[in-house]
């Protein structure tokens, strides 16, 4: 087997789940699962919570397919407003919950289960407060079935900004709930969870934490990583000249090993493997081992990449066998 291997501990997982649900008390619990689940497989990781998870989240049409043909029943919403009516239709077939940011998605959802997209700040998606009036109006005679209003904090861990959201939205449920008391309001994702209180709402939406991370100023205490990587050795040969991958070796070594795992696998080559410089598709190491660890802590790599966990995951597994541990 030439790809690099990726162990992944779905028992951590809901582990994880477990822990973050009790955190939600009564509040409904999606489980994110967006970007092939922050690179564990979506569809595996859905199929093992759809016990505990009340609904599913992913980024667009084409991930909810892919859980539906899995065999996922659960309630799953697209965070991607629709765009257009290929979306719709798509989300209609595959029985999906879509997002809407605006006039123009909400017209595009006559018939379709939806939930309202809110912005509270974050500024990427969703429709003002001032709009949502219009927004609502639209819906009603388009036929859309409104489930639930939701937004996301963007800066968390910081006091003044999540209490600026928290305000903006509590003004727009008490709207939604006048029309639609049923509606299901969700602000908060990992880390509003870990606030808790009046951040909890009637949903919660976990991702990172479910794979055993926490987002910036919030702890990842009592969470169990559920990912590591390993390269295979592919040759060990005895050392020609001073080279060591496109570098000069900083020391003399007699022998040196390829392993397969390079930057087209996900790895950064601000965070070097073995020694000399990582390659596209391998790296060379002192090591004699078939089987050498390339990643087992997201944060750890991050730092040493200049990045955030969330982005470390989504890559390394990009050409990687899975195996999946219970």
Not at 185 to 210: E, N, P, W
Request: with cysteine; glycine share 10%.
């Amino acid at each position: 087997m030439q790809k690099t291997l990726s162990v992944i501990d779905l028992a951590a997982i809901k582990g994880n789940a477990r822990r973050m649900r009790s955190l939600a008390g009564g509040a409904k619990f999606y489980a994110v699962v967006k970007a092939d689940a922050y690179g564990h497989g979506a569809e595996r990781v859905a199929l093992h919570l759809q016990s505990l998870a009340d609904g599913f989240c992913v980024a667009i049409v084409e991930e909810g397919a892919a859980l539906r043909i899995a065999g996922v029943t659960a309630p799953v919403l697209v965070l991607t407003p629709v765009t257009s009516r290929d979306d719709a239709l798509a989300a209609a077939f595959y029985g999906l919950e879509v997002s809407v940011n605006g006039v123009r998605s909400a017209e595009l959802c006559g018939g379709l289960d939806c939930h309202i997209k809110l912005n509270t700040g974050m500024n990427r998606y969703g429709c003002n407060a001032d709009g949502l009036p219009e927004v609502l109006e639209t819906l009603k005679a388009a036929g859309g079935r409104v489930k639930g209003l939701y937004s996301h904090l963007y800066c968390p861990h910081v006091r003044e900004r999540r209490e600026e959201q928290l305000k903006i939205f509590n003004e727009a449920e008490r709207l939604v709930k006048a029309a639609y008391p049923r509606a299901v309001c969700h602000l908060s994702a990992t880390a509003g969870t870990m606030l808790g209180g009046r951040f909890l709402k009637d949903g919660v939406r976990c991702g990172i934490s479910l794979y055993g991370y926490a987002p910036q100023g919030f702890s990842r205490a009592g969470l169990v990583p559920a990912l590591k990587v390993y390269a295979r050795r592919v040759q060990r040969t005895p050392v020609v000249g001073r080279g060591a991958g496109y570098a000069v070796a900083a020391e003399r070594y007699e022998k040196l090993s390829a392993y397969r795992a390079g930057y087209a696998d996900g790895f950064s080559r601000t965070a070097p493997l073995g020694v000399g410089n990582l390659c596209m598709d391998a790296f060379v190491s002192g090591e004699e081992a078939q089987l050498v660890p390339v990643f087992t802590d997201a944060d750890e790599y991050a730092a040493r990449c200049g990045t955030i966990s969330y982005e470390a995951l989504c890559s390394v597994t990009r050409r990687s066998e899975r195996v999946y541990i219970t």
